[in-house]
């Protein structure tokens, strides 16, 4: 499923048959439009013609590769946001592809149905962002983003603002776990430098603060090994 009642317009750009077929055979099933291209210039002449609203974009590429093909892309004004698959699960390459301009990143070999997940997530956000008032609800919590504010059973929360930007996060990837890093890289843009345990000392703030009377009970679920996600109840 998408995101919205009509279908997302997706460009995948993979030098790689096999990937750049699977993806887009499976991202089609997914009810997805899909168009593709096999290289960086194929790339940029895609997503001029066709506009899509995601590029799925592979990152080692002969001619140009994605982090170019971004910029480029940015400097021609086009903000359509950009799906990173990248072969090396080197965070030097994840800090350059959020730097130039993308949205997020899938380390090869990857599983389909993380790639949809990671897309829909994406989605979520930015069309949020270009087609509401600002305002995100998970269950019985209220986030206005113009107001910068929280509610929970119509109780103002106060959160600081690293508090603010995990729970903004949380809440639009709803029902999907998010590891750690993942947590580091969107809300604290790799700035933080110390031990990924402070992941958990700010989820456990945000439980505390968001524990208040009336409430439907604890909203964010840990995956041991894995991450966190937020829904309302947990299976």
């Known amino acids: 499923m998408t995101p919205s009642a009509s279908p997302a317009r997706l460009l995948v750009v993979d030098d790689e048959p096999n990937i750049r077929d699977l993806l887009a055979s499976s991202l089609r099933f997914a009810g997805f439009e899909v168009v593709t291209a096999e290289n960086g210039r194929q790339a940029l002449q895609e ?46 390459d994840k800090v350059q592809g959020l730097t130039v301009g993308g949205d997020d990143y899938v380390t090869k070999p990857f599983g389909l149905e993380e790639v949809v997940a990671r897309i829909n997530a994406i989605l979520r ?4 962002v270009d087609g509401d008032d600002g305002v995100i609800r998970v269950g019985d ?43 580091l890289d969107h809300v604290w843009e790799y700035d933080w430098t110390g031990d990924a345990a402070i992941v958990e000392s700010y989820i456990s703030y945000l439980r505390r603060k968001l524990d208040v009377p009336g409430s439907s009970g604890d909203i964010i679920h840990t995956r041991r090994g894995v991450g966190y996600l937020l829904r309302e109840k947990d299976a």
């Open 47 to 92: 997503a001029k013609n066709h506009a899509p609203d995601l590029i799925v974009l592979d990152v080692m590429m002969p001619d140009l590769d994605g982090f170019t093909v971004t910029r480029k892309l940015r400097a021609q004004g086009m903000q359509m946001p950009i799906l990173f698959l990248t072969a090396r699960d080197d965070m030097t």
């Open 125 to 128: 956000r930015t069309r949020q």
């Open 141 to 183: 919590i209220v986030l206005n983003e113009d107001a910068y504010e929280v509610r929970r059973a119509d109780q103002l929360i106060e959160l600081s603002p690293t508090e603010f930007k995990l729970l903004r996060y949380l809440m639009l990837n709803e029902g999907r776990v998010v590891s750690k890093m993942q947590i």
